[in-house]
Antibody, heavy 123, light 107 residues
């Protein structure tokens, strides 16, 4: 079955950087677009970023555009999120999620999710 | 960006009740609307995509309808395992925004 396991979270001071990883298994990773979604404590969901299955297209949410970079290594079945210039309002549980559609030109719905990894931005 | 307005933000209902949650978008999104269920401490789960298509394995008590700017999620007969927070999300344009959520509680 689909498994998505996030890692790389932790506590970082404002202005710092962090790289999240998402190890995928149970499906053909190179055939699916992948997303990052976050959820601040006791808050709702916020869509963060998407990368197409072949890495050729990526999109970002407004609040992270220019600071976060999504990437993937299809040879390692791994998705990444490089987070720079972190702010206190980036504090959240970050989920990695697999798109529903195989080999799709763009993002659709989020079919499978990891359990999330906590990022805390604090001095 | 497309704004998503879910209502109500919370509701109390009894086992066996029929429950309806509404999602309104700030502009027309055709049928590019998804619904998710999230239980406390767990990741969200996709219930419905393309406004009315039930994801494989999701019980048929869940149904979705609507197009354009107004959408609904209906749970035909609420069961104990359905008490959770429900989110709508548009996949029409970037960024793929979520609604604020509807917390369904036990009356």
């Amino acid at each position: 079955q689909v498994q998505l396991v996030e890692s790389g979270g932790g506590v970082v001071p404002p202005g710092g950087s962090l790289r999240l990883s998402c190890a995928a298994s149970g499906f053909t990773f190179s055939s699916y677009g992948m997303h990052w979604v976050r959820q601040a404590p006791v808050k709702g969901l916020e869509w963060v970023a998407f990368m197409r299955y072949d890495g050729s297209i990526h999109y970002y949410g407004d609040s992270v555009q220019g600071r976060f970079t999504i990437s993937r290594d299809n040879s390692k079945n791994t998705l990444y999120l490089q987070m720079n210039s972190l702010r206190t309002d980036d504090t959240a549980l970050y989920y990695c999620a697999k798109d529903r559609l195989r080999a799709a030109p763009g993002p659709a719905s989020l079919a499978d999710w990891g359990q999330g990894i906590l990022v805390t931005v604090s001095s | 960006d497309i704004q998503m307005t879910q209502s109500p933000s919370s509701l109390s209902a009894s086992v066996g009740d029929r429950v309806t949650i509404t999602c309104r978008t700030s502009q027309s999104i055709s049928n590019y609307l998804n619904w998710y269920q999230q239980k406390p401490g767990k990741a969200p789960k996709l219930l419905i995509f393309d406004a009315s298509s039930l994801r494989s394995g999701v019980p048929s008590k869940f149904s979705g309808s609507g197009s354009g700017t107004d959408f609904t999620l209906t749970i035909s007969s609420l069961q104990p395992e359905d008490f959770a927070t429900y989110y709508c999300q548009q996949s029409y344009s970037i960024p793929h925004t979520f609604g604020g959520g509807t917390n369904v509680e036990i009356k």
